[in-house]
């Protein structure tokens, strides 16, 4: 079993830059795919990028493409999500996610979730 815990989240103005973080508990995070989702209000969690277990792999959502850098340190036990040029439309609570069906950007192929942790960009 993998345990997930978020941090990293704030407010930050537009334009400005944040990184998230994911501490993973267990000795089995190497083995898992990684993903970050996010989840505004009224609106469904949708996939903002993801990463494989072996690091040969990432995956990121078009809104996200070149702004977001996804990475992971397998020896921390980390995942992180470096987000840059941020807007409002970023606003949302964003989770990590453990599976093992790829990087994939279906919730349903995730296992293991965080709690979240909130980001609000201000205009």
């Known amino acids: 079993q993998v345990q997930l815990v978020e941090s990293g989240g704030g407010l930050v103005q537009a334009g400005g830059s944040l990184r998230l973080s994911c501490a993973a508990s267990g000795r089995t995070f190497r083995h898992y795919d990684m993903g970050w989702f996010r989840q505004a209000p009224g609106k469904e969690r949708e996939f903002v990028s993801g990463?494989?277990?072996?690091?040969?792999?990432?995956y990121y959502a078009d809104s996200v493409k070149g702004r977001f850098t996804i990475s992971r340190d397998n020896a921390k036990n980390t995942l992180y999500l470096q987000m840059n040029s941020l807007t409002p439309e970023d606003t949302a609570v964003y989770y990590c996610?453990?599976?093992?069906?790829?990087?994939?950007?279906?919730?349903?192929?995730?296992?293991?979730w965080g709690q979240g942790t909130q980001v609000t960009v201000s205009s």
């Open positions: 990463i494989s277990w072996s690091l040969d792999s990432t």
């Open positions: 996610a453990a599976g093992r069906t790829g990087p994939s950007s279906l919730v349903g192929d995730y296992d293991y």
